[in-house]
Every structure is written in structure tokens, then in C-alpha cells.
């Protein structure tokens, strides 16, 4: 049974940070920003721009570009970040109730920014299980650059989070745009690395929490991550690309497209070199920052817009996320059989 991708759909906040008010406020040189993180600018959160609230845009513009009745959907997948409008809540269903989707049901899914590539791969084998689950949204949002301290050197691999929102439609018996196989690597190890350290059962919210700044994201052992990291990092970004296309039937020489997080730009670089591939198969995201697990979507939405993808072409979409995870996701571009 094949299964295709229907429509994307992106929104960004119109207000943005430039790599050189970056630069300022970080107290860095502007070339280190810009060249070597690799942000021109990025998107940041106007007064309306709540997590939930850009997910919901995002789905709208997703199924008003497949002309798409939203009592088709049979499914709602939250795959916005665990920070949003409320704690404790369950965005999804937030999220059915504004698009009008009243036929489906809804959940929260999260693997920081992992979750776009891990829900294709949960929404494609529940698609696969279930008769009755015809049509899926995924969208969500993502605002976490809201906790970035600039002065915070320990936290300066973050400097490039962003804001805005996206989507995926998928549907069963689509025979374009074929969702294929997603392999996925978690390793544990990495679990406390990255915290807000304020605000779970631990550290509670407090007066003394947030005056030491504990509400904001922070590494609590750089040195031994950074050397861990490096150990695993750019090896499992290269298993996951290529066991995700291996499993689909392609080898990483027909890879045309790799959809990329967006990270500093030498490692964008290395990885494109070790599959053999140049700057024209890929979009780095130096105008937009790293929208979380928006970015695989917001890269699939730009390379179509930018003629990128041709029908039969093999695209990838790659994440990591803090945890730590790494997943890759193959899919059959346009029409044609796998």
C-alpha cells in the first residue's frame, strides 16, 4: 500500500534576528556568527506566535494547498515542541479543533528535533496497521530559541534556534511523493546533556530558580558532551541516511535531494561530501535558523518551490535532536513506482 505526501505547508514569523545583532549580543565576532554557524538571520516570535497557534497556520495553508476537506483527515499528529500556550496540555487536539478536523482524533508526539522524522515513520506504520486511518496531519510548532541566553557560551551551538511552524498531509493510496522506510538511532547517553534545569519535578519553578536563570536552556557538562559528540555525531547522520535509503530500495548514489537540519555549516558540508552530493542537493537554512523539527519540512517545501525535486528523484530528510536522537526519512519525489 503506498503511502504519499499530499501537501506541506510553512509559516514564519515575519519578525527576525540578524547573525550580526547575534554577534552583538553574544559578544563573538560577526564572520564567526554568520560563516562559521552559519545564520545570516532567523526567525523570532511576534506577540502572536505562540507554539501551538504556528502549527495550526501551518496545517491551514497544508490543507488549503491540497484543497483538502479537513473531515477527511482521520488523524492529527502533534509534533510541536513540549513547550507551548500551557503545561500540561495536549496541543493536538487544540490543534484539530481550529483546522476543523472533527472526524479525526489527536495526540502529542516528541523527540525534540527528532519528532518530524520519528512521527513519518509512526504515522506511516500506523497508516499501514489500520484500515480505518486513511489521512494523517502532522504540524506543529516551535519557538525554543525563547530559551537562549546570548551570554551563555556553554548553550552557543543553540544560538541558531528559531521560530515558526509546519506541516505534512499524508494519504494512503497517494501515489506521488511515496513516503518510504525511516531508521531512527537514540543514544542515552546524552539524556541530561541539554536541560531546562528550572521547571520539572527536580528543580520546581521558583523565585531563586529564575533569578539564577535556571529557566533557560544549558549544558551541564560541555566539555564531555562536546568529546562524546564527536565521537558519534556525524557517524550517525551518515547510518541513518543510508540504512533509511538502503531499506527503501536505493543505494546513496541515487540520492538527489537531502533535506537537512540546520547545523554550523562545515558539518552541513561534510555530510554532503561523504554521500557524494554538492551544494546543489541540498538547502542550507542560513536565512532561517534551526526551526527544530520544522526544518526537514520548511527544506522540502523550499527545494519544490525552487524546482530541486523532479519526479523519481530519491529525497532524504534528516534530523537530530537533543537527547540524543538521530532519524532519517527516504521518499519517492513526485510520480512513479518504487
Sequence with gaps: ???????TGIYLPESYITGAEIARAAGIPEMVVEEKMGIKKKSVPGPEDHTCEMGIKAARKAIEKANMDPLEIDLVIYIGEEYKEYLLWTAGIKLQEEIGAYNAWAFDTALRCGTTVMALKLARGMMLSDPNIKTVLLAGGYRNGDFIDYQNPRTRFMYNLGAGGGAILLKKGHSENLLLETEMITDGSFSEDVVVVAGGTKNPISAENLERGLYQLDVLDPQGMKDRLEKK?????????????????????????????????????FVLQQLGLGESNSIYLEDYGHIGQIDQILSLELAENAGKLKDGDVAVLVSAGIGYAWGATTIRWGKGEV
Design 233 to 269: 555525531s556525524m557517524a550517525n547522520f551518515l547510518k541513518v541516511i543510508r540504512r533509511s535509503v538502503e531499506k527503501s530500495g536505493f543505494s546513496e548514489r541515487d540520492i538527489s535531494y537531502v533535506g537537512m537540519l540546520h547545523m554550523k555549516r562545515s558539518a552541513h558540508e
Design 1 to 7: 500500500m503506498q503511502i504519499g505526501i499530499v501537501s
